[in-house]
């Protein structure tokens, strides 16, 4: 792949050239009212470490909402019709292998939401039903269903395809009609008021832009900021195991989400099986290192335990992989941004990128071609559906900051979020002052007030369910002023875990007993 760009501008320049930017290449060109020239830059060209080559490669319409089911339903015609789609009799037939995901819930409130979405899953033509244990028994009767109250399943378009074959041929039709693929690096974006206008290349180069797409996955961040936007999305790492089984299951195993975070699932005459990390931070760009102990300690315990004849079995092969992982709510970020509506978001799909790709780069496509969605509308997703949602995680600034007179606590802060990732912040201490005696006998002066927060993630995530940031009311006050992501409120601020915040306050507030903070 040739790093250095033919022309000087491009019509369309698409940052990240692995699935998402490839099928935005394809759509964008299989429009024959489309005559500019594109040029898609892509840092790795091998693909070793983008999400697209780590991907477990399934499709499911077993979505909490109404645009995402929607978008699976046309991915599952796209790969049905994939010979249609490219126009083109080489093209290859793409088998979509429905085993279904089946979905197994153990407390009451998850029982609920599986059979809520069901029911809206349904109305919107899938084929997802809610079985009882005795009914999982009676289709699969290798798992032990101790615990557990309902499953919902949906064998019809649900489970393994080939994407590999997919993203190729995206590249292929895409290069075909004259998409420019170089191995470069976006290292600026030059952006004049309400408009980007072109890229720097790591090679030196300016190049015109018309319109930028963002498909940088885990990466999207760094794009954005290049053009002094911000997007929450961030690497998470992912583990996935393929193992073989002495006792081999005697039919298809379903990908199977246990309630314990592991999911499994056939894999041809093997298995696959994989899960998050229990503590899920953000993962540097290049760490792709395998956790073995998650396998030893997590994973195999919990596939010996819901399917028995898994107690031996041999692992063949792992990866790691990372999810571009938006951490707002899980969904994809596509559309333009308010201000700057020539730089457009095709961002943050949290493991679902490959499955979605074809509805979203026919979106962009739309986008770019018509201003406005033609086929499925994704507004739901856009960046203004962010803002809001990220508005009604935090609520009014208003009601959530309350001054009580509690002799403990002089001055409290309560933050309060919700949702189905929520971060609840709690203030634990008083807020002081540089006049307060506690932080000048301790030689702690401030200039603001000082909040000491934890945060708390939802327990399906395996992300560590406490840390604690210490930052200044002003900074927290122009977060909610200037609409900035959550991972602003602890920029530039000190982050202690849970056993250091203990110690911090010990220093900070030796008359307050442990505990009553």
Known sequence: MNPTPAHKSYDVVIIGGAMIGSSAAFWLTRNPA???????????????????????????????????????????????????????????????????????????????????????????????????????AARWPFYDLDGILCGSHNPVDEGYFDGGTIFDWFRRKAKARGVEYIHNTVTGITREGGRVTAVTLASGETIGAGTIVNASGPRANLTAQMAG??????????????????????????LTIDPSGV??????????????????????????SMDHHIWETKVWPAIATRVPAFEKVKVINHWVGHYAYNTLDQNAVIGAHPEVPNFLFCNGFSGHGL??????????SELI?????????????????????????????????TVTTDEDLEWCVYLGFTGPYYVEFEILCHLYT??????????????DHL???????????????????????????????????????????????????????????????????
């Open 34 to 136: 489309f005559q500019g020239r594109v040029l898609v830059v892509e840092r790795d060209p091998k693909y070793e470490f983008a999400s697209t080559s780590h991907t477990n490669s399934c499709i499911r319409q077993q979505f909490g909402s109404e645009v995402n089911v929607l978008i699976s339903r046309f991915g599952a015609e796209f790969v049905h019709n994939f010979k249609a789609y490219m126009e083109d009799e080489a093209a290859p037939d793409i088998l979509l292998h429905s085993f279904g995901y089946l979905y197994l819930a153990d407390t009451p409130a998850f029982a609920e939401v599986l059979r809520d979405n069901a029911a809206m899953q349904n109305r919107l033509g899938a084929a997802t039903r809610i079985l009882t244990p005795d009914e999982i």
């Open 229 to 254: 936007l911000a997007i929450p999305v961030e690497p998470r790492r992912r583990f996935t195991w393929i193992f073989q089984a002495a006792d081999p299951l005697p039919k298809d195993l379903p």
């Open 263 to 288: 999911h499994m699932r056939t894999d041809g005459k093997y298995y696959m099986c994989g899960c998050p990390p229990d503590e899920d931070p953000a993962a540097p760009f290049d760490d792709f």
């Open 355 to 364: 499955q979605q790709s074809p509805a979203m780069g026919r979106g962009i």
């Open 369 to 401: 071609l018509h201003g406005a969605y033609q086929t499925l509308d994704l507004t739901d997703l856009g960046y203004e559906a962010y803002l809001k949602n990220l508005d009604s995680e935090r609520n009014d600034i208003c009601e959530y900051i």
């Open 434 to 447: 540089s006049e307060n005696p506690h932080l000048e006998a301790n030689n702690w002066h401030m200039d």
């Open 451 to 517: 909040s000491v927060v934890t945060v708390q993630y939802d327990e399906e995530t395996g992300n560590p369910e406490y840390s604690n940031g210490f930052f200044t009311l002003e900074q927290r006050m122009k977060c909610v002023r200037d609409e900035l992501p959550l991972a602003s409120f602890v920029e530039n601020s000190l982050l202690l875990w849970e056993d250091e915040f203990d110690e911090f306050i010990a220093q900070l507030c030796p008359e307050i007993p442990k505990g009553d903070y």
